[in-house]
């Protein structure tokens, strides 16, 4: 007699995690439709973050094109709040630094509502005046220097300022992968690099080795795993690539492999490289490119230029929770067997917060 309540249940949970992921999957889709660096990493969350504050922050107008962008419309302001404040919950048990600043000009001034607003979703807002290019510039790279320990340094250049420019958008994040099931040991192990046109480049890469319960799915184009983390409900997610589909095309297309479901957990051999990415993004080809056009335009100022700029400095490390010995590992053909040996799509994410997404084509 339950069953088709619990079903629907089911389904509205589902839909409320795709509605809120939608906007970033979007942003992934615009950033990876251009060339992309082999090794790639960005953090939709924290865009979406700084976006939302310019949409809430505002005491009587509401801008529409920001809503539809985000995905807002008709979205009480409680409910955008609650999103934001649990996802930051999560963040913090799970170590992941997040930082995210708002530079505004005089002529943006952040209210006593505007600043209440940052607070509940975790975003800075501080008015400079752009007016003097060098003197702004040095105090936004204090900020920087302050914020990221081993990059981020250069995001922002005298250039970028200027006496139109109204905003500038900061964000980053830092993570070290707390996974929940420890790796046994490290192996060397077979990578496969795509080259264009060319053989792939075979060579062994360091990878860690575990043998774990792990939840999968196995598609026509994609093979995915979920790699959980200890303190939450978030997990890294690795998408391989079958045949010849390249990584660009997986991210271009991560909103129909989010949606495939994963299988129960199986005891599974997993092997998964040591890797480390850094990545500096430019954003504001890819927001406009979403419709967000006023943030980047002024009525008063050349039509071609922008007074708005978003850019973002992320760095994601996966290595083991302890130091382990290098040993020869083997693998039991009646367990299922995954070997990380290619380029592959990895996603941190949870059930409705996408809060890194990248690519990895060498090691």
């Known amino acids: 007699m339950n069953k088709p309540v619990l079903c629907c249940i089911l389904l509205l949970v589902l839909a409320e995690g795709f509605f809120e992921n939608r906007f970033q999957t979007n942003l992934i889709e615009q950033l990876s439709s251009k060339d992309l660096p082999q090794n790639f990493v960005v953090s939709p969350y924290a865009i979406h973050q700084a976006l939302t504050i310019l949409y809430l922050g505002k005491n009587n107008r509401r801008d529409y094109q920001l809503a539809r962008a985000l995905r807002y419309t008709g979205r009480r302001h409680a409910k955008i709040l609650s999103f934001f404040g649990n996802a930051r919950i999560k963040a913090f048990k799970q170590d992941l630094k997040i930082t995210n600043r708002l530079y505004l000009s005089p002529d943006h001034n952040a209210s006593q509502h505007l600043k209440k607003i940052s607070k509940s979703i975790g975003v800075e807002v501080e008015n400079i005046n752009f007016r003097d290019g060098l003197k702004s510039s040095e105090e936004i790279k204090k900020w920087l220097h302050k914020s990221f320990d081993k990059g981020g340094h250069h995001m922002v250049d005298k250039q970028d300022l200027t006496n139109i420019t109204k905003i500038v958008g900061l964000q980053g994040i830092s993570m070290s992968c707390t996974w929940k099931h420890r790796f046994k ?48 409900d978030i997990g890294m997610l690795v998408l391989i690539p079958r045949r010849q589909l390249s990584t660009q095309k997986v991210l271009q297309n991560l909103d129909k492999y989010l949606k495939i479901q994963l299988r129960k957990a199986e005891e599974t051999h997993l092997f998964l490289p040591l890797f480390t990415v850094h990545e500096t993004v430019d954003l504001n080809l890819a927001l406009k490119a979403l419709g967000l056009k006023k943030v980047f335009t002024d009525i008063n100022v050349d039509q071609n230029t922008d007074v708005a700029n978003f850019k973002q400095y992320n760095s994601l490390e996966s290595k083991p929770n302890r130091v382990l010995m290098s040993t020869d590992v083997g693998s039991d053909n009646d367990l299922r067997v995954v070997k990380v040996n290619q ?21």
Do not use: C, W
């Open 185 to 232: 040991s490290l192996t060397k192990q077979i990578f496969s690099m795509a080259r264009p046109n060319k053989a792939p480049y075979v060579y062994k890469v360091e990878m860690m080795y575990t043998v774990a319960p792990l939840q999968f799915f196995n598609d026509d184009e994609v093979r995915g795993v979920l790699i959980p983390f200890s303190r939450t």
């Open 343 to 363: 380029g592959f799509v990895f996603v941190i994410k949870d059930h409705s917060t996408i809060y890194m997404v990248g690519r990895k084509e060498s090691i």
